[in-house]
């Protein structure tokens, strides 16, 4: 089945550039996802990619997907306190296209 | 403004005992979905309903069972609450024929003791 990887720690220091990456095996997904969480919160939409894109821009977010190898990328620009959280990345499963298969998160530390 | 809740936001079993958590959303969202979030493994889905009378389950099923009398509420039911269930559990639901955004409920945490 479909499986998402992500690596589970990282640490960056106020204002520098934060990125996550994100690696899927096989996927039919029209979107893929980034997705944060707060601590003692559900998990929140922060963007989305068509899978016809190579990259988005919004604002302080930039998503880079490189569909030949399979890899997404969520890059914060000036990164904040208020940015620590975990990050999940989200394709759709194989199977249809609502249901959502997710990663197993990356914790980001922000450091004053 | 439209919402998606559960309840209780804690709960603390025992095992053996039948437990139902309750998701409510006033989107009028036709998809809603069940997931469990553990360490280690990020969310795994549970069940899934794309509309009324609609279930389907998802990787992680086995002891959990859930029914659509309604748009609103996908109430999902543990039948016999084990150690291995102890998680926190979050509901969420999307509009078919969109990007598929899903919301989020604020979770549940269950305890099985």
């Known amino acids: 089945g479909e499986d998402v990887e992500q690596s589970l720690f990282l640490s960056v220091r106020e204002g520098d550039s934060s990125v996550i990456n994100c690696t899927y095996t096989?996927?039919?997904?029209?979107?893929l996802y980034w997705y944060k969480q707060e601590p003692g919160a559900g998990l929140q939409l922060l963007t989305y990619i068509f899978s016809n894109m190579d990259m988005k821009q919004d604002q302080r977010l930039t998503v880079l997907l490189n569909k030949k190898d399979k890899h997404l990328s969520l890059r914060i620009a000036d990164t904040q306190t208020g940015d620590s959280a975990i990050y999940f990345c989200a394709v759709a499963g194989m199977d249809s296209s609502y249901k959502l298969i997710f990663g197993s998160g990356t914790r980001l530390l922000v450091r004053p | 403004d439209a919402e998606i809740t559960q309840s209780p936001r804690h709960k603390i079993t025992e095992t053996g005992r039948q437990v139902t958590l309750a998701c409510h959303q006033t989107w009028n969202h036709n998809n809603m979905f069940w997931y469990r979030q553990d360490l280690g493994h990020g969310l795994r889905l549970i069940h899934y309903?794309?509309?009324?009378?609609?279930?389907n389950k998802g990787e992680v099923s086995d002891g959990y069972s859930v029914s659509r009398s309604n748009t609103e509420d996908l109430p999902l039911t543990l039948e016999s609450a084990a150690s291995s269930q102890t998680s926190v559990y979050f509901c969420?639901?999307?509009?078919?024929?969109?990007?598929?955004?899903?919301?989020f409920g604020p979770g549940t945490r269950l305890t099985v003791l």
């Open positions: 096989d996927s039919s997904s029209t979107y």
């Open positions: 309903s794309y509309g009324v009378q609609d279930t």
């Open positions: 969420a639901s999307s509009e078919s024929g969109t990007a598929n955004e899903q919301f």
